[in-house]
């Protein structure tokens, strides 16, 4: 089941957020195939990051959780909120390889 992290960053995280970002993306490519896509939120300015969005592909909520947790922006508190939803990808979903 797909699930959707929608991750809000704290007030004045930025360079907290800047300075762990490498980890951060090693971490996503890390997840192989259980990472559909991810990108960062941002100011209306379209460059200032504030919170990612991220969709896995998990067995279950609990697991969904589990990568939120070892994200390495998540240990370093960047996140004042993680919101963890179940998904279904209904339009525009890429073809299927056959």
């Known amino acids: 089941m797909l699930y959707a992290l ?7 995280s930025l360079a907290l957020r800047k300075a762990n970002r490498p980890e951060h993306l ?3 490519e890390s997840l192989g195939d ?9 100011e209306t300015d ?5 919170g990612s969005l991220i ?4 067995p279950s909520l ?3 959780r589990k990568i939120a947790e070892g994200d390495p922006f998540a240990k370093a508190g960047i996140f004042a909120e ?3 939803r179940p998904w279904r990808w209904s339009i525009n979903r890429p073809a299927e390889e056959k």
């Not at 929608?6 to 004045?12: A, F, L, S």
């Open 34 to 42: 259980v990472l559909v896509f991810a990108g960062p939120f941002t």
């Open 55 to 58: 969709v896995v592909d998990a």
């Open 6 to 12: 929608i991750c809000t960053d704290k007030p004045g």
């Open 82 to 84: 993680v919101d963890i």
């Open 62 to 64: 609990d697991e969904a």
């Open 26 to 28: 090693a971490y996503l």
């Open 46 to 50: 379209g460059e200032t990051m504030n």
